[in-house]
């Protein structure tokens, strides 16, 4: 099976530019969640999405960052204008919503350079 | 205080001894806990989850949870230079939907 596929892997882009980070989950999990990790932070949640409606926006750092989720298989995380300090790796993960058991499944994450 | 607490390591153990992980988190409601392995350059990816007080045994690893005392690690018998990675704690907050709360992570290093 497939897992949570993430696009691009690798972003080298110069500070003003957008950026925009895409994500499959896995076929047939309604949960899908963006994250940001970086050595000093650690894995921070950025959004989360149920049945492609944002649930928790909390974690967005600024309104230079949106995310959407147009359809269930598809969510885009975009950071317009980019900054330095956005240099971090974008983590996608998709579960089932059902219960309170259900894992994480993660992407391979993109690096995203910032210049 | 954290929401999530892990010591950053690094833990240094031989091969073949017993690593043993710890996680302490701050919110009583949590219901299940899991536990993610990352490779330096790599995503996490999910070892075990445990949701009983008590201990889960999944092969070389065993978690322990102990809800009243809000503390949970995970233990790797016949540690091997391939577990060497940062496990993640991740405590599951349910908010009407359930999210992850992630530690920063303990750095585990197996020596030959």
């Known amino acids: 099976d497939a897992g949570v596929i993430q696009s691009p892997r690798h972003e080298v882009t110069e500070m003003g530019q957008e950026v925009t980070l895409r994500c499959k989950p896995i076929?047939?999990?309604?949960?899908l969640f963006w994250y940001r990790q970086t050595m000093m932070r650690g894995l921070e949640l950025l959004i989360y999405?149920?049945?492609?409606?944002?649930?928790?926006d909390s974690g967005m750092p600024e309104d230079r960052f949106s995310a959407k989720m147009p359809n269930a298989s598809f969510s885009t995380l975009k950071i317009q204008p980019s900054e330095p300090r956005d240099s971090a790796v974008y983590f996608c993960a998709s579960s089932l919503s059902q219960g309170s058991n259900q894992p994480q499944h993660f992407g391979d994450g993109t690096r995203l350079s910032i210049l | 205080q954290k929401e999530v607490e892990q010591n950053s390591g690094p833990l240094s153990v031989p091969e073949g001894a017993i690593a043993s992980l710890n996680c302490t988190y701050s919110?009583?409601?949590?219901?299940?806990f899991f536990w993610y392995r990352q490779y330096s350059g790599k995503s996490p990816e999910l070892i075990m989850f445990?949701?009983?007080?008590g201990d889960k045994e999944d092969g070389r690893f065993t978690a322990q949870l102990n809800k009243a005392s809000q503390y949970v690690s995970l233990l790797i018998r016949d540690s091997q230079p391939s577990d060497s990675a940062t496990y993640l704690c991740?405590?599951?907050?349910?908010?009407?939907?359930?999210?992850?709360?992630f530690g920063t992570g303990t750095r585990l290093l197996v020596s030959p």
């Open positions: 999405f149920n049945n492609n409606v944002p649930i928790d």
């Open positions: 991740a405590p599951g907050v349910n908010t009407g939907f359930q999210k992850l709360v």
């Open positions: 445990i949701y009983s007080n």
């Open positions: 919110d009583r409601g949590s219901q299940s």
């Open positions: 076929s047939g999990h309604n949960s």
